[in-house]
C-alpha cells in the first residue's frame, strides 16, 4: 500500500505532472485570504484548472502560502488558527508543512479532480493543551491522502472527519503522541469514503498516560489499523468500527488497563474477513467487546486473538451471515465472558479456545448455531469453572465442549 500505486496509471501520471510543476498542465488561479469575521485563513482556486500548493505553519500561528507553479508570490499571514483550503475541479497536490504548538484547525476541499494531499504535521511542547482537527472533501475524483502526525503537549486531541464523494481513496496516516503527553484522544472518522475501491492504513505510536483512541474506516475494502503503546501507561481506550471486506487490527499495549471494542461487519461483502490480535505486555487488566452485526454475505471469518494480560473480560455480541462462516476466539490468560455467538442459518465453524482458565460467574458465553450442518469447539483449560450454553440449532451438528452442556447437536463430546 505504499504510495499511490493502486491509482490508474492514468492518476499516478497526473499526480507526477503536478509534483514536478509540468508546463503541461493547466493550473488554475491561486487566491488567499483572512476572513475579518473568523480570522480563518482561506486558500482557494478558480477555475477548472489544478492546484498545485504547499502551506507552511510556524510558530504562533505564522502560515506561508506557497504556489508551487510560481504564478503567484508566497504570502504570509500572522496568528492563523484555521485554514480552509478548497481546489476547483482540476487534479491537485495539497501540502502542508506544520511545526506549531497551537491548536489548529484544518479544511480541505479538492473539488472534483483527482488529489494527492500530504500533511507533515508536528505539535512540539509550549502549550498546556492543543486542539488539531482535520475535515476533509472531495467531488468525484480519486484522492491520495497521507498524515504524519505528531504531539508532545500535556493535553492533546486529533479529530479527523470526512465527506468524500466517489472516486477511489487511497489513505496512509500515522498519529504519535510522544513522551510529555498525559492525556491524549484521537478519534478519525473515515466512514463517508464515498462510491469506490478504499485502502486505508493507518498505525498509533502512542505514549501518553492515558489515551482514548477511535477510529472509523467506513466500507473501505481492505484496512489495517495498528496501535503501539509499549511503554507502560496508565490506561489506553480503543474503539474501532469497521465494515469492509479486508479488516486487520492489531493491538500492543504495555497498559495497565486496557480496554477495547470492536464493532463492525457488513451484510454485502461475500469471503469477507476480519483479524484482531490484542497483546498486552504486562500484568494489567483487558477488557474486549466484540459487536459484529453480520460477518459478510457468505464465507465469512473472524479470527480474534487475546494474549498476556493478568485477567480478560470479554462480552458482546458476534452475528453470523444466513450462509456460512467461520469464527475463531483464543484467549491466553484467565477469562470471564458474557460472549453471545449466534451464526444465524448456513453450515459454520465455531472455535473457542480459552488457553487459561475460563471463570465462572453471572454471566457466561452462549453460543447458538442455527440451522445447517455446524461444528463447534469450546476448548477451556484445566480448573475452568464456566457454564457456556450451547444450542445447536436444527441439523446435522457436531459439538464438543470441556465445560459447559448442550442441546440439539446430533454429535457431542469432551
Known amino acids: 500500500m505504499a504510495g499511490h500505486a493502486f491509482l490508474r496509471p492514468l492518476v499516478r501520471a497526473l499526480l507526477a505532472a503536478l509534483a514536478a510543476g509540468g508546463a503541461s498542465v493547466a493550473h488554475a488561479a491561486l487566491f488567499s485570504g483572512l476572513d475579518p469575521a473568523t480570522g480563518a485563513l482561506n486558500v482557494g482556486s478558480g477555475g477548472p484548472g489544478s492546484t498545485n500548493i504547499k502551506v507552511e505553519v510556524g510558530s504562533g500561528g505564522r502560515v506561508t502560502v506557497i504556489d508551487n507553479t510560481g504564478a503567484t508570490a508566497p504570502r504570509t499571514y500572522p496568528g492563523v488558527g484555521a485554514i480552509n483550503v478548497t481546489s476547483g475541479a482540476g487534479d491537485d497536490l495539497v501540502e502542508f508543512d506544520i511545526n506549531s504548538s497551537q491548536s489548529l484547525a484544518l479544511s480541505v476541499a479538492t473539488g472534483a479532480g483527482n488529489a494527492f494531499v500530504k500533511l507533515q504535521w508536528k505539535v512540539p511542547p509550549g502549550a498546556a493543551s492543543t486542539s488539531s482537527t482535520l475535515a476533509m472533501s472531495s467531488g468525484g475524483g480519486n484522492v491520495n491522502v497521507e498524515l504524519d502526525f505528531a504531539s508532545e503537549t500535556p493535553t492533546s486531541s486529533f479529530a479527523w472527519s470526512s465527506n468524500f ?33 478504499h485502502l486505508i492504513s493507518f498505525e498509533v505510536d502512542n505514549e501518553a498516560r492515558d489515551a482514548s483512541l477511535a477510529f472509523n474506516s467506513g466500507f473501505a475494502r481492505d484496512v489495517t489499523y495498528k496501535v503501539i503503546s509499549d511503554n507502560p501507561t496508565r490506561s489506553l481506550n480503543v474503539d474501532t468500527q469497521l465494515r469492509g471486506a479486508r479488516n486487520n487490527v492489531e493491538i500492543l499495549s504495555a497498559s495497565a488497563a486496557t480496554t477495547t471494542k470492536f464493532s463492525g461487519g457488513t451484510a454485502n461483502t461475500q469471503g ?3 483479524n484482531y490480535v490484542v497483546v498486552q505486555s504486562v500484568l494489567g487488566t483487558l477488557s474486549a467487546t466484540l459487536n459484529h452485526a453480520a460477518l459478510g454475505a457468505s464465507s465469512s471469518k473472524l479470527n480474534a486473538k487475546f494474549d498476556g494480560a493478568a485477567s480478560l473480560a470479554l462480552g458482546g455480541t458476534v452475528t453470523g451471515s444466513i450462509v456460512g462462516d467461520a469464527i475463531k476466539l483464543e484467549t491466553g490468560m484467565p477469562t470471564s465472558s458474557t460472549l453471545l455467538v449466534d451464526t444465524l442459518d448456513g453450515d459454520d465453524s465455531v472455535d473457542f479456545i480459552a488457553g487459561n482458565r475460563l471463570a465462572g460467574g453471572a454471566g457466561q458465553p452462549r453460543f447458538l448455531l442455527g440451522a445447517g450442518n455446524d461444528v463447534l469447539n469450546v476448548i477451556a483449560a484445566a480448573g475452568s469453572t464456566a457454564i457456556p450454553s450451547i444450542d445447536c440449532g436444527a441439523g446435522e451438528d457436531f459439538a464438543k465442549a470441556t465445560v459447559g452442556s448442550a442441546a440439539g447437536c ?5
Open 165 to 197: 464523494g466517489g472516486g477511489e481513496k487511497l489513505i496512509k496516516g500515522s498519529v504519535a503522541f510522544k513522551p510529555g503527553t498525559i492525556n491524549a484522544r484521537k478519534n478519525v472518522d473515515l466512514a463517508n469514503l464515498g462510491g469506490g475501491f
Open 272 to 274: 469477507a474477513e476480519t
Open 410 to 414: 446430533e454429535q457431542f463430546g469432551r
